[in-house]
């Protein structure tokens, strides 16, 4: 890991480091989708965008977030900084579960599955051994539940190919 990406982790406990990386999640969206994927949260975090399809609008919605491989799936937490309510992409989720990862230059149609019981646990485990600022989330979030989802490849064809295609 690097020193910058150490600093980085150690820094997210802060309430004001949710607020400022917020700031920069259009940046972020932009540099991913420019570097088709290859590039997000400026390489310190192992991160991907995901496309979600708005579950009011019907259009495609994509966000950055950090994620860890789980076998051939990719596991991401809805934890939105610590803040009271639930991300868009997570309530997207919810209402549809199929969705498109651009991961290392490669997109990758997935469908969303919400973790529970001991399997949560495990997955849990995972992510904040890779962010250990999630703990910190959840007391910030009240007690909120922060869903936990394994992004699994359907097969089906991701349109347009590799990232930035379509």
Do not use: C
């Not at 708005?54 to 994509?62: A, I």
């Not at 950090?66 to 991401?76: F, K, R, S, T, W």
């Not at 309530?91 to 991961?103: C, S």
């Amino acid at each position: 890991m690097s020193v910058l990406g150490a600093l980085t982790r150690r820094v997210g406990h802060h309430h004001w480091f949710g607020a400022v990386a917020r700031l920069f999640v259009p940046a972020d969206r932009l540099v991913g989708r420019l570097t088709r994927g290859r590039v997000v949260a400026l390489g310190l975090i192992p991160s991907l965008i995901i496309t979600t399809t708005g579950r009011r609008s019907g259009k495609p919605r994509s966000n950055p977030l950090l994620y860890v491989p789980d076998g051939g799936a990719y596991v991401v937490i809805g934890s939105n900084w610590g803040r009271a309510h639930q991300p868009g992409w997570a309530l997207n989720l919810l209402a549809d579960p199929t969705a498109e990862v651009a991961v290392r230059g490669r997109r990758v149609a997935v469908r969303a599955e919400v973790a529970t019981g001991a399997e949560r646990e495990r997955l849990w485990q995972l992510l904040v051994t890779e962010w250990p600022a999630y703990r910190t989330y959840v007391r910030r979030a009240g007690g909120r539940e922060i869903r936990i989802f394994r992004l699994v490849p359907d097969g089906r064809a991701a349109p347009g190919g590799p990232a930035g295609r379509g």
